[in-house]
T-cell receptor, first 114, second 111 residues
Framework: NAGVTQTPKFQVLKTGQSMTLQCAQDMNHEYMSWYRQDPGMGLRLIHYSVGAGITDQGEVPNGYNVSRSTTEDFPLRLLSAAPSQTSVYFC?????????????FGPGTRLTVL | GQQLNQSPQSMFIQEGEDVSMNCTSSSIFNTWLWYKQDPGEGPVLLIALYKAGELTSNGRLTAQFGTTRKDSFLNISASIPSDVGIYFCAGQLYNFNKFYFGSGTKLNVKP
């Protein structure tokens, strides 16, 4: 199992550009999430999905779109990048065990918006 | 959103010492997770806790799910240099798949 994979590892954008951060998991997990990590702030939830075709907003969804057409993939789209979106982005997937979830993370995408 | 207060923010200890860190919240969680993050990497799950009062070990690490369900503790015994990193707690509310993270405890171990 590759676990959770993310591409690209690094990206530099200019303000106003759009791009898609890719995330894939091969563990057949129902639940997938996107977080951003900023210095001293821990991880904050952007969007999440409880299954193919179902997505919902997290704490900081503005400026980001997601879709979930397959169980394996959960891409994150920045429609018009802004310097405030400079951050490290982590994708995670969860396997429900009874009433609880254990969450596994990808290696991250480091995004700089100039 | 939910606030998790994690303390201490950073620690400088000598190799061989024991370490304790904790997380508290204003809400009741039904799951507590502890992660370690190395520089340039994603967080790696260390311990998962699912029941109030639960005490779980993973090698030299021991974590507890507080009886009030509003806190959790992580202890590392006999620290070694490879314990260096940032430790995060995460809590899950009753509704599905929303995890809230503490701001992290940065651990430095002096050989």
């Amino acid at each position: 199992n590759a676990g959770v994979t993310q591409t690209p590892k690094f990206q530099v954008l200019k303000t106003g550009q759009s791009m898609t951060l890719q995330c894939a998991q091969d563990m057949n997990h129902e639940y997938m999430s996107w977080y951003r990590q900023d210095p001293g702030m821990g991880l904050r939830l952007i969007h999440y999905s409880v299954g193919a075709g179902i997505t919902d907003q997290g704490e900081v969804p503005n400026g980001y779109n997601v879709s979930r057409s397959t169980t394996e993939d959960f891409p994150l789209r920045l429609l018009s990048a802004a310097p405030s979106q400079t951050s490290v982005y982590f994708c995670a997937s969860s396997q429900r065990t009874g009433l609880t979830d254990t969450q596994y993370f990808g290696p991250g995408t480091r995004l700089t918006v100039l | 959103g939910q606030q998790l207060n994690q303390s201490p923010q950073s620690m400088f200890i000598q190799e061989g010492e024991d370490v304790s860190m904790n997380c508290t919240s204003s809400s009741i969680f039904n799951t507590w997770l502890w992660y370690k993050q190395d520089p340039g990497e994603g967080p790696v799950l260390l311990i998962a806790l699912y029941k109030a009062g639960e005490l779980t070990s993973n090698g030299r690490l021991t974590a507890q799910f507080g009886t009030t369900r509003k806190d959790s503790f992580l202890n590392i015994s006999a620290s070694i240099p490879s314990d260096v990193g940032i430790y995060f707690c995460a809590g899950q509310l009753y509704n599905f798949n929303k995890f809230y993270f503490g701001s992290g405890t940065k651990l430095n171990v002096k050989p």
